[in-house]
């Protein structure tokens, strides 16, 4: 079996098992622990049990690789393989009950990431990708869209939640609304880009996305033929992520090409 392909299989297994201890947490009452970046950004005690399971997981499987993981685990590994983790992207839907949320877990070399899993335990679905090998959900290979249109093509989209960024956000969006069909907002940005790399959306934009937020969603995507980046030819990051076939990536570009950046902390 490849390195790859072992990789694959923790990650894979490690998704459900930490999916199965958040399903049981929503069982019960699910409150916020602590605030993140505002008020409304919440972590709840279950991200953290998630990544703690996750780590525990990964140290008795792979004890020499790296680690970087949305609530503080960051530690530096001597295997040449890092995890790329979000024990819970969609923290606000799981704590309202909202069906889409994910556990996202990448594995990254010197080259960037090598495979990726994202599992939505109460959508019943798992995308994954291996990095030359094509994307999957439940073993069917996905292709991104082949609309040409912009002006037909339904677009993704998240938002911050500090109150400036939402407000430049805002503004952003009444450029992009009036040129694309329509646009919805699900909440998680892993399943987002899930979504481009099946079609469910045509194209995905979204400013503050950090590195865990990115990894696993982002193989997939671009494994399904997205094309993923930011603006005049920055890499996708904190920034900008845009999300788009080839065909749409011009036009949507054009459209976001005078979004103001927002000042940063």
């Given at each position: 079996?490849?390195?790859?392909?072992?990789?694959?299989?923790?990650?894979?297994?490690?998704?459900?098992?930490?999916?199965?201890?958040?399903?049981?947490?929503?069982?019960?009452?699910?409150?916020?622990?602590?605030?993140?970046?505002?008020?409304?950004?919440?972590?709840?005690?279950?991200?953290?049990?998630?990544?703690?399971?996750?780590?525990?997981?990964?140290?008795?499987?792979?004890?020499?690789?790296?680690?970087?993981?949305?609530?503080?685990?960051?530690?530096?590994?001597?295997?040449?393989?890092?995890?790329?983790?979000?024990?819970?992207?969609?923290?606000?839907?799981?704590?309202?009950?909202?069906?889409?949320?994910?556990?996202?877990?990448?594995?990254?070399?010197?080259?960037?990431?090598?495979?990726?899993?994202?599992?939505?335990?109460?959508?019943?679905?798992?995308?994954?990708?291996?990095?030359?090998?094509?994307?999957?959900?439940?073993?069917?290979?996905?292709?991104?869209?082949?609309?040409?249109?912009?002006?037909?093509?339904?677009?993704?989209?998240?938002?911050?939640?500090?109150?400036?960024?939402?407000?430049?956000?805002?503004?952003?969006?009444?450029?992009?609304?009036?040129q694309v069909r329509d646009v919805r907002r699900f909440g998680s940005a892993a399943i987002d880009l899930c979504h481009v790399a099946?079609?469910?959306?045509?194209?995905?934009?979204?400013?503050?996305?950090?590195?865990?937020?990115?990894?696993?969603?982002?193989?997939?995507?671009?494994?399904?033929?997205?094309?993923?980046?930011?603006?005049?030819?920055?890499?996708?990051?904190?920034?900008?992520?845009?999300?788009?076939?080839?065909?749409?990536?011009?036009?949507?570009?054009?459209?976001?090409?005078?979004?103001?950046?927002?000042?940063?902390?």
């Amino acid at each position: 079996m490849s390195l790859e392909d072992q990789l694959l299989g923790i990650a894979l297994d490690l998704a459900r098992e930490a999916g199965d201890l958040l399903l049981k947490g929503r069982e019960g009452e699910v409150t916020a622990a602590a605030t993140k970046s505002s008020p409304t950004d919440v972590v709840t005690a279950m991200d953290a049990a998630a990544e703690e399971l996750i780590g525990r997981r990964l140290g008795e499987r792979r004890p020499d690789d790296g680690l970087l993981a949305e609530e503080g685990s960051d530690r530096r590994g001597s295997s040449g393989i890092r995890w790329v983790v979000d024990p819970l992207d969609g923290t606000v839907n799981y704590l309202y009950r909202i069906t889409h949320w994910c556990v996202s877990i990448a594995a990254e070399d010197a080259a960037g990431p090598l495979v990726g899993v994202v599992h939505a335990p109460v959508l019943g679905k798992t995308w994954t990708a291996i990095r030359g090998r094509g994307a999957y959900r439940d073993g069917r290979r996905l292709q991104c869209s082949e609309q040409a249109d912009l002006a037909q093509a339904m677009c993704a989209t998240g938002f911050g939640y500090e109150a400036a960024q939402r407000a430049t956000q805002a503004q952003v969006l009444t450029r992009v609304l009036p040129q694309v069909r329509d646009v919805r907002r699900f909440g998680s940005a892993a399943i987002d880009l899930c979504h481009v790399a099946e079609a469910v959306v045509d194209v995905y934009y979204e400013r503050g996305l950090n590195p865990w937020d990115l990894a696993a969603g982002g193989l997939i995507a671009q494994e399904a033929g997205v094309q993923i980046g930011g603006l005049d030819g920055a890499s996708a990051g904190v920034d900008l992520v845009i999300a788009a076939p080839p065909q749409l990536w011009g036009p949507l570009t054009d459209i976001l090409d005078g979004d103001p950046r927002p000042d940063r902390d």
